[in-house]
């Protein structure tokens, strides 16, 4: 679902490039409490936090490629560490519990606070990490992610974990991918496509994946965004179904010290594929690293030309 070009140099607001050839050596593994990573390029840790998948294995073959390939254009100035949630988690599991197994992981590891980078799912046990455990994040990032799911995006990932449970993974396919889309008519052909790879992506999922989305059924962290105090920028779609316009713009107004990047007429998917996305996100960090601590409360909204292959 991600499609990042690493061959092609492009820039954003916030003046950051990508490269072409990310240096440094990939690694692969676990980090301290179990929590499956892969790591490639160099420079300062950025981690991030991967959406919702089928399981919380660490990817081998063409998914680990494909993962790989969409982490290279960060990993020209950055090291980036992606990791995903531990395996084998308990039925009743709470974003809060991800979080704090993560902060654990990343207080053995790096011993310093990191820039975070959290998408879809993962964006939520960011938010949840930043809350609970400041001392472990930096940076934050938050892409196609807010402080509770919208109603759509509920209803959607429930009804894919009961497809999932009647072992029906056609039907769990079409419905999370018909969520990707930003129009009736990319919904539709979204779905078709859900239901064609649904047995190969959800045939096989774990109860881990259940797990995540009932956790992330329950997160509501409204009331504790203040807590947050990481500078902060949140990056979301004008037409992303699972969540809305209101609920980013409502993440990033309560967070004291953040940034908003709402793209215009884009997707939960289509954000996470937007040529601007890359740049914007090294971009603020680089930003950051000349002038930190930008003035607190400075909310700011940057409307991109809509894509209309996304309609």
Not at 176 to 199: D, I, N
Request: no cysteine.
């Amino acid at each position: 679902m991600f499609d990042h070009t690493a061959s092609t140099t492009r820039s954003g607001p916030f003046g950051a490039r990508t490269g072409t050839r990310p240096p440094g050596t990939r690694m692969y593994g676990r980090l301290p409490g179990g929590l499956p990573f892969l790591s490639l390029g160099s420079g300062e840790p950025l981690v991030f936090l991967p959406g919702l998948g089928a399981h919380n294995e660490g990817p081998v073959g063409m998914e680990r490629w494909a993962q790989a390939l969409m982490l290279e254009p960060y990993a020209h100035s950055r090291r980036v560490w992606w990791v995903n949630r531990r395996p084998g988690l308990a039925p009743d599991a709470t974003i809060a519990d991800l979080a704090g197994e993560l902060a654990g992981a990343l207080r053995r590891q790096f011993g310093r606070p990191v820039d975070v980078l959290g998408m879809s799912t993962g964006g939520s046990v960011a938010l949840q990490l930043a809350v609970d455990h400041p001392d472990v994040v930096k940076r934050l990032i938050i892409v196609s992610a807010a402080y509770r799911l919208g109603e759509r995006g509920r209803n959607a990932q429930r009804r894919v974990a009961q497809e999932v449970q009647a072992e029906r993974p056609r039907r769990a396919g079409a419905a999370a991918f018909a969520m990707l889309g930003a129009g009736p008519a990319s919904r539709r052909l979204l779905g078709v496509l859900g239901w064609l790879l649904g047995r190969s992506m959800y045939g096989k999922a774990t109860p881990d994946m259940i797990a995540t989305i009932r956790a992330e059924d329950q997160l509501d962290l409204r009331d504790r965004l203040h807590e947050i105090s990481a500078p902060t920028l949140v990056i979301g779609g004008e037409r992303d179904a699972f969540y809305s316009e209101q609920l980013f713009t409502q993440t990033a107004a309560l967070i004291p010290n953040s940034q908003l990047l709402l793209y215009e007429g884009q997707s939960h998917m289509g954000t996470s594929t937007s040529r601007d996305l890359v740049s914007d996100v090294l971009g603020f960090l680089d930003a950051q690293d000349i002038a930190p601590g930008a003035a607190p409360g400075r909310s700011i909204r940057v409307s991109r030309r809509r894509d209309r292959a996304t309609d």
